[in-house]
């Protein structure tokens, strides 16, 4: 088992991938950040019309839906 990345001022590796409609991951970001919480919160600018999972190493921090854009029709 692979443990995230711990820098010298103890900052963590964390991944952010947005997931496609057809429920697989599109791509990733990386995030280091102190804690959970740091990262979830700058996790959430991913979630732009896609779910997105935050990962730390094997492990599932959150799932956060995307905020789904609807067109506006015409009154």
């Given at each position: 088992m692979t443990l995230p990345?711990?820098?010298?001022?103890?900052?963590v590796e964390y991944r952010v991938f947005p997931v496609g409609m057809d429920g697989r991951f599109i791509g990733f970001e990386l995030?280091?950040?102190e804690c959970d919480a740091e990262a979830v919160a700058k996790a959430e600018r991913?979630?732009?019309?896609h779910d997105v999972e935050l990962w730390c190493g094997p492990r599932l921090v959150a799932r956060l839906e995307g905020e789904k854009r609807q067109a506006?029709?015409?009154?």
């Open positions: 990345l711990v820098g010298t001022f103890g900052m995030l280091f950040c991913f979630a732009d019309g506006l029709s015409d009154p």
